[in-house]
Structure formats: C-alpha cells, structure tokens
C-alpha cells in the first residue's frame, strides 16, 4: 500500500507537470506529497485564479485510469534510485531511521521497500487506481488559509469531494495515528547496528531520551530544557571534547505526541561506545550547572524561549505551515506555541529540575533512554561485540538486526491521543443560518 500509493503520487505528478509548469509562470503553484495518512495536495497562489487551477488537477486526477507502461518503468527506476541511495547516506540518518524503526510500531525497512516495489506491475497499479483507492478515501481534511472568504473555501471543498467521495466519519476512520513503542521504564535500552556503507569511516550515536505524551504545561518544560542545553552541549561535546563534526540537541517526536530530548553525535574519530559514555557525563554534570545557575540567568533563558515561540511568522507559507501541522496531527491546538510560550514564562527552576530528575538523570526510575549506536567499518572490527555495561544486571537491553521485531512484539505500546473537541469548529449549513436570521 505504502509503495503503490507513492507509485501513484508519482504518476499524478507526472500528469499534472503538463500544466502545472506553465501554470508556476502566473504564480500558481501545485505540488503533491506521499504522507502517512494519505495523499496531500498543496496549492498555492493568487485566489482569484486558485479555484481555476484546483478545478483542472482535481479534474486530471480524477480522469486518471490507465498508465502508460513507458511511465511506470521510469518512475519505478527513479523511486529505485531514491531508495538504494539511502544507503550511502550520512551516518547520523541511519542513526534516525534505525530509531524509528525501534521506536514506531510500524516502520518499513528500505530493503521491503525495494522488495515490494520489486513486485508492482502496471495490473497492480491500475487496479489500485480504478477499485482500491475509491474504496480507501476515509476522510478529506482541508485547510483554506488567505485571502479567501468561508463560502470559496466551501467551494473549493466541493471541487474535491464531489470527485473523490470520502466515507462518512467516524473517530475509528478519521485518525491514522501512528503507534509508538514503550520503553522499559529506568533501564536503557541499545540498538547497534552497521554502517551500511563501509567506505564511510564515520560512526554515529543517537541517544533519545523519552518523555511521553504531553500537556502544554510538560511541553513548555522540555522546550526550556532543550533550550538550556543546546549550547553546553555544543561546546562541551564538540568545541572542547572534539568527539565529532556534528554534534545536535532537539526535541524529537515520535508518531504524533510522544515527545523527548534528542542528542546525536558523528564521528570519525571516535566509537558510539566512548560518544555514549561522554554523552552519559555531560547530562550527570549538566544538572550541577542547572541547580547552580543564577535566578537572573534563568530568567534570560526563559525570556529567549517565549521570545522565540512568540516570534512572528515570516511569510503566509510559515503560518500555513503550523496550521496545517496541527490538523495532520488531529490535536487542532492552532495557536500551540503561544499557549507553550504562556506556560514557559511561569516556570520556575525549581520546575525545570524536577522534570530533569525524572526524564533525564540516569538514576531516575522513570528514565526511558534509547541508545542507537552505528559503528563505521574500522570501529566495527573493535568495539561493536563487546558488553555494554548493564546488560548483566539487566539495566541495559541490548537489540540488533535480528532481534528488533520480537523486541517491539514484547512491549507495550503508548495510548492514542484523546480524541480533539472540534465541534466548536463545524460552520453552519445554509439552512442552519437562515433559521438562525
């Protein structure tokens, strides 16, 4: 499914391309994505002609039946290509797609990908075009953002649903949200694995320290946190350390809303087991600098973070962009940073080390710290097969290749997101508002 329906996209895009070039002249601009929950259209442009170039995709899609077999090959030879380049990639997006794949419930490996996309015929396709994917559409959501008035916007809902008619909805058939594994709670849990390609003589570590599904109020929390420990990080790991070019901080999410902090190092210098190490004494001793930071400094730290959640977006794009992202991930908060900025500027330091000692600190029982170590060739040869410290006395799980499904079979997964209140959203029908005069 995953592969056919990128097939798809592919194949639209191609169509659309015979218009949709000439269309970018009169800054009109139309793209398609190939997403977990489904097929996204963007477009883009002056609203007066908007609905002329939506009504022409809309219409080309639909018309779309057969598929020229000359098509299909190129574009399976191009998605190919894309695939087995994953495999000279950089470390550090090995590091992050084998950390999803530990971590998701459901993650395909590039090699299914290849497999399956090995096994598509053109029958295939044109079947999925002409029966399954009428029959799959569950739900259309739409975001209209500009220049436009509620009734175009119902307009232009209209152009799409009266070609692709999604099923009624239900809270079963409307969300796809993505599952995410949980991890033993106070033990550390390691995926070691290859660089696949043994000409790179970089190794990287991921350490993804796991918080959960969030409130704004913890939210707020681990924005200050990962705030506070961007630049120590940086300089103590990279500019004193010197443990590898690229070392990174971030939140990290997982599926929809399981949030926690991200620290990623690549090197060619040093083993993931010696990164992880390091990694290990700079959190123990960031705490020290927490508790001894001054109340004057905490506050410059809070007010930057409000001040960045607070800032205006650059362009239509950008707030398009946020809007948009909190209907994919079916939470409809649409002013979310500004609610995290409201709760980030209550905090106390006091708040911060709390969260810090339950969430970070490795003594904590509460800890989830996911450790994914990608060993270059030359590292490999040495460091790989030895112990980690804990395995023994059960504080460490040790995964590889082989094991990861049976490891992701055996745990619990984190509950689906509350079901959001959007009934404050739905506007009125026609006869609604004329009873209503």
């Avoid at 696949?196 to 969030?214: A, H, I, K, Q, R």
């Avoid at 004494?281 to 001054?294: I, Q, S, Y």
């Avoid at 209907?327 to 911060?352: E, G, N, P």
């Avoid at 745990?411 to 079901?419: E, G, I, N, T, V």
Wanted: charged share 25%; proline share 3%.
């Amino acid at each position: 499914s995953l592969i056919i329906t990128s097939l798809y996209q592919q194949v639209c895009s191609e169509i659309l391309n015979e218009f949709t070039y000439l269309a970018s002249m009169a800054s009109l601009h139309c793209y398609l994505t190939n997403t977990r929950e489904g097929i996204e259209l963007h477009i883009s442009g002056y609203n007066d002609k908007l609905h002329v170039l939506l009504e022409k995709v809309i219409e080309k899609m639909g018309a779309l039946h057969t598929v020229p077999q000359e098509l299909l090959d190129r574009l399976i030879q191009k998605y190919q290509k894309q695939l087995l380049n994953f495999f000279v990639a950089a470390p550090y997006s090995h590091a992050m797609h084998a950390a999803d794949r530990l971590l998701m419930e459901t993650k395909w490996t590039t090699e299914e990908k290849l497999a399956s996309l090995d096994t598509i015929t053109l029958q295939d396709l044109e079947y999925y075009i002409q029966s399954v994917l009428p029959a799959s559409i569950k739900s259309i959501e739409l975001l209209v953002h500009g220049n436009v008035t509620s009734e175009q916007a119902k307009t232009y809902a209209d152009i799409i649903t009266q070609q692709f008619r999604p099923s009624a909805l239900s809270s079963s058939s409307f969300v796809n949200e993505a599952r995410v594994v949980q991890l033993e709670p106070g033990t550390n849990t390691l995926f070691r694995l290859e660089e696949y390609n043994p000409d790179n003589t970089n190794s990287c570590l991921e350490v993804v320290l796991l918080v959960g599904p969030m409130e704004l109020a913890q939210n707020a929390v681990l924005s200050l946190v990962n705030h506070l420990i961007r630049e120590p990080a940086f300089h103590e790991l990279r500019t004193q350390e010197q443990l590898g070019y690229l070392v990174h901080s971030s939140i990290n999410t997982s599926g929809d809303n399981i949030k926690g902090l991200l620290l990623l190092i690549q090197s060619d210098q040093y083993d993931p087991v010696h990164l992880n190490e390091r990694v290990d004494v700079f959190l123990k001793g960031f705490r020290n600098k927490l508790v001894n930071m001054t109340d004057e400094e905490f506050q410059t730290n809070v007010d930057a973070v409000v001040a960045t959640l607070l800032e205006k977006n650059k362009n239509l794009s950008e707030e398009s962009s946020k809007y948009w992202d909190a209907i994919s991930k079916h939470h409809y908060v649409f002013h979310r940073t500004a609610r995290i900025a409201d709760h980030v500027q209550h905090l106390k330091k006091v708040d911060v080390i709390r969260f810090y000692d339950k969430f970070i600190s490795a003594s904590s029982p509460h800890r989830h710290k996911l450790s994914v170590e990608v060993f270059a060739k030359q590292h490999a040869e040495t460091t790989m097969k030895e112990e980690p410290v804990g395995v023994k006395t059960g504080r460490t799980t040790l995964l590889e290749e082989s094991g990861l499904d049976s490891f992701k079979r055996s745990r619990p997964l984190y509950p689906l997101q509350a079901d959001a209140d959007v009934s404050g959203m739905v506007l009125p029908t026609k006869e609604e508002g004329d009873d209503a005069n």
